[in-house]
C-alpha cells in the first residue's frame, strides 16, 4: 500500500465517515438551516396574503393544502421534518463536543470578535425548537387555539393575536430567530466554503437584510391585528 | 528613562497534569516598561528563586515571535491585549501602573495542563503527522520557474504558512476549535502545485486526526482570527470546509488496480 492509501485505510478504520466528522456534521448543520431559512422566507411570503383579506388568505392555505393533489404539503412536511430533525441531531451533537473539549474555563475570558447571537445560537435554536411545537399546536392542529375552526386559518390567525400571552412568546420567537438567522445566514456561508474576501460583505449585508425582513414582516402580523389594522 | 511600574499577577499554578491548579496573587514590582512580557516574568521568577520558591513554568524559546512557545491567556486574551502580537514580543509599556493582570494556561482538553502555564501541544504535531507534508522524492533542486505558480496563489500560501502553531486560536475560541491551525496547515499546501496529489487526502486524515484529538468544532465566532498574532483568516477555515466537501463526495476506496507497483 502506497503512504497515500495507508492513510486513508487509516482513516476510514478510525471509522471517520462524513457525519461523523466535524466538518460533516457542521455541513449538515448548514444544509438543513438553509432549508429551513428558505421555508422561514417563504412562509413569511405567503402570509402577506394576511393584508389582503380572508378571502385571499383562506384561498392560499386551500392552495397549499390541494397542490400536486394533496400530495404537495406532504412532501414539504416531510422535508421539513427531516431537516429540523437532522439539524437538532448535528446541534446536540456538535455542541456537546464543543463542551467536551473545553473542560476547565477561563477566569476572565475577553470576548473580541464574537458578537451575542453568535454566542447565544444554543439558546435561540432551544426557543426556535419550543416555539415550532407550540405554533403548530396554536395554528396547525389547533389544540393550543381557544377557538379553532379548520375551515378557517383567517379566523384561527386574528383571533391567536388578540391573546396577549401568545402574542408575547410569538414576539420573542420572533427575536430569537432575527438573532439565530442573522449568526446562522452568514455563518452557513463559511461552513459551505462559499467565501471570498469580494464577496464578505455581501454576506454580511444579505444576513442582515434577510433577518430584518423576515423577522420585520412576522412581527408585524400581531401588531397590525392588535392595532386593528387586520381584523 | 521610562518611569517603572508596579503590577499585581493572578497566575495558575499546578504542579503536573493530575494535580489541581489554583491563582495565586504575586507582585510585579519595579519592572521597566521597556521590557517584555517574558522578562516581567523572568524578573518575578528570580525573585522567587531567591525566596526559594518554585519559579512561574511558561514555554518560550525564539522570544521574536516565530517559535509559537509563548503562549498564555493574559487577561483572557491569549497572547494579550494587543492584535497581532505574541506574549514574548508583548511590551510592558502596554500595562499601567497599579493593574492587576490574570494569567492562565491554554484551556482545552486535547492540550493538558504539564505544569503552571505550560500546556502538551503534541496534538498539534499528531495532526502535522497525519498529513500536513507532501510525499517528494528528493534529489538535486529544481529550477526555481521550472513549476508556474499564479503569484496571488504564492502570496495566499505564503500568508498561510505564517502560522507558527502556537494554539492561541485554539486557547480564543470558545468551543476549543482547531481549525484555524489545520485550515492554515491544509491551505499553505492546497494552495501550491506541489500539494495536489495528496490535496484530497491530506484534508480527510487532517480533519480525522483532529477530530480524533478531540478539539471543539468552528461555529463561526471569528475569535481564532482576531487572536492569531500571524493575522491567518477564517478565509482558510473556507478552504479546508471546501476541500473536505469535495474529498468526502468524491472519495473512491484504495482498489490496488490499475497496475499498483
Ligand atoms: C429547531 C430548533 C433549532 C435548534 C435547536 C438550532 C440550533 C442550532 C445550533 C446550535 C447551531 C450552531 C451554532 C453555530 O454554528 O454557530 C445552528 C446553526 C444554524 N441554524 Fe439552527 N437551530 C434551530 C432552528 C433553526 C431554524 C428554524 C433555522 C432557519 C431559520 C436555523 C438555521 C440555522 C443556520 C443557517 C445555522 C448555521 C449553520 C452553520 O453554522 O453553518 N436553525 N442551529
Ligand atoms: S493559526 Fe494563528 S493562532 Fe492558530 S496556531 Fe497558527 S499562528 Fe497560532
Ligand atoms: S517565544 Fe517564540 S514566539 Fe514567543
Redesign the pocket.
Known sequence: MSVAEQSIAGAEARGHGFMASSVGRKVVMAATGIVLFGFVTVHMIGNTQAYLGAESFNGYAKFLHTMLHGAGIWIFRAVLLAATGLHIWAAVSLTLANQAARPVGYRAQQPVASTWASRTMRWSGFILAAFIVYHLLHLTTGQAHPNFDPANPYANFVSAFKVPAAVGFYIVAQLCLGLHMWHGVWSFTQTLGLTHPRYDSLRRNFATGLTLLVVGVNISYPIAVLTGFIH | MAKHINLTLHVWRQKNAKCDGKFVEYPAADISPDMSFLEMLDVVNEGLIRKGEEPITFDHDCREGIC?QCGMVINGR?HGPKERTTSCQLHMRSFKDGDTITLEPWRAEAFPVLKDLMVDRGA?DRIIAAGGFISAPTGSPQDANALPIPKENADLAMDAA?????????A?CPNAS?M??VS?KISQLALLPQGQPERYIRVRDMVAQMDAEEFGTCTNHSE?EA??????KMENIARMNRDFIKASLTYRPPTGGGGAG
Open positions: 509559537g491569549p498539534f505564517a502560522c507558527i502553531g502556537c494554539a492561541a486560536c485554539v480564543a482547531a484555524l491551525f492554515a481564532c487572536a492569531c498574532p500571524k493575522g491567518i
